[in-house]
Each structure stands twice: as C-alpha cells, then as structure tokens.
C-alpha cells in the first residue's frame, strides 16, 4: 500500500469510523484472515496446477495480462453482462466502518458506494490534463456477481482504476468505463454482515451526481442509484 493510498484511506476512515470498535473486534479480524489466507492458498496451488496443463498460448495470454489489484476485462458488445474492471474476492480490504456507514451511501441492488473523501477544494483535472483519483469504499452483497455502468452526463467521463500509483496522476486511458464485482462466500469475506468491501479508485473529469446502473445478470432490469462526486450540478 503506497503512502498516497494511506492518506486516502485514513481521511475516508475519518469520517466513518467516529465510534469505538465492538469489543474481541481484534480477534474476530484475525480468525477471518487466517481464514482468507487458507482459502487464497488452496486457490492459488489450483492455479497453478492448472496453469501447468494448459497450452501454449493460453499460458502467455495469462502472463501478458500483468499484476495489479484488479484485472481488467475485454470489453464486450452491447447486451452482455459483467465486463470493464474486474474486482474479484482477491480485491477485497477490511476498513473500520461505523454503525450508521449506509447513510449518505449510493444504494443500487446488491451494492453499496460510499465517497466521502472529496473535499470542497478537491481538484478532479489538473492544468496539465492529468486527474486525480477519487477513492470509493464499495461494499457488495456476498456470493454476488454486479456488473456496475456509470450513465455519465454530457460531457463528462468516468473510470474505475485497477489500483493506486504513488503520484496521484491519471489520465482516461488508466481505467475502465465499466466494472465486476465478483464477492467473496460469506466464509471468506472479511467484512461480514453478509457483505465484501472493497477500496478502489475512480476518477471523473470533474464533481457531479453520477447516475450508477448495477445488474446481476444480462437479462435483469438494472437498479439506478446517484453517486455523489463533490458538487452537483443543482450546487447541492
């Protein structure tokens, strides 16, 4: 985790996390790593079992694709269902959150975004072109797959990044348009209460009330909520 990743996360955490944690907090957090830790292990020897049988090209597709929080995903033709960044059960982080955490969050279906790390004065472009990340606390229902689509104003663009770099400049081509949820099984999510967390960055060519559509499926009606990113275009 860069120094800039801490900041983010200590003035997001600041704002949510005012209350003292429940008592045997400490213990429950590590019983659920040890847990999560087991579970990675006996993925990644899957993995790697499997990465030894297969061909050729399909072995040097697996490597090309580099390492990162995230993994991005072919874009897909319209009507598909769950392309753009690819946040699985790997992705997810455990932060403190207090108990009234889903006041003020964008709801939509089996999802849940919290921005609070904007601040008035927050600078989205700077003059030489570049953007600065906006960091979201997403939270996802477990054994859940959403395929979440900002419906971005005129003018306006939206991406989801696949990890923070340590200089806090991005331009549009650093993310995706869309992203996938995919969460963990209640047995791994460290989160509990039946959900996985996430901490991710977006970046937005500047503030507004982001339209967010979430699906489960290719065929399912999408749940519309607004993602508030710094000042609407109301001055609200």
Same mark, same amino acid.
């Given at each position: ?49 499997? $990465?030894?049988? $297969?061909?050729?090209? $399909? ?28 946040? +699985? ?11 009234? !955490? ?9 999802? !849940? ?8 004065? *927050? ?23 959403? !395929?979440?689509?900002?419906?971005? =104003? ?5 991406? *989801?990044?696949?990890? *923070?770099?340590?200089?806090? &400049? ?14 963990? +099984?209640?047995?791994?999510?460290? *989160? ?14 500047? =503030? ?25 275009? +109301?001055? &609200?």
């Amino acid at each position: 985790m860069t120094d800039f990743e801490d900041r983010l996360r200590a003035a997001m955490n600041a704002s949510v996390a005012s209350r003292q944690p429940p008592p045997g907090l400490a213990e429950v957090v590590r019983r659920r790593r040890r847990r999560h830790n087991t579970w990675v292990a006996v993925i990644s020897a899957a993995v790697v079992l499997a $990465a030894a049988a $297969a061909i050729p090209p $399909a072995r040097s597709a697996m490597l090309g694709r580099g390492a990162g929080s995230a993994n991005s995903l072919p874009a897909a033709g319209p009507g598909s269902f769950g392309h753009g960044q690819n946040y +699985s059960c790997s992705a997810q982080t455990l932060g403190a959150l207090g108990p009234d !955490w889903r006041q003020g969050a964008a709801h939509a279906g089996p999802v !849940w975004m919290i921005s609070n790390g904007v601040a008035a004065g *927050f600078r989205f472009a700077r003059p030489d072109g570049t953007l600065s990340a906006v960091p979201l606390i997403v939270l996802v229902r477990d054994n859940t797959t959403a !395929w979440v689509t900002p419906q971005v =104003p005129g003018g306006q663009s939206f991406r *989801f990044l696949p990890g *923070f770099n340590t200089t806090n &400049k991005y331009t549009l081509r650093d993310g995706a348009i869309n992203a996938t949820f995919t969460s963990c +099984s209640p047995n791994t999510a460290l *989160f509990g209460s039946g959900l996985t967390e996430y901490y991710i960055g977006v970046i937005v060519t500047g =503030p507004g009330c982001i339209p967010i559509d979430v699906r489960t499926s290719a065929t399912g009606t999408p749940v519309r909520a607004n993602l508030r990113l710094g000042r609407c275009a +109301s001055g &609200k």
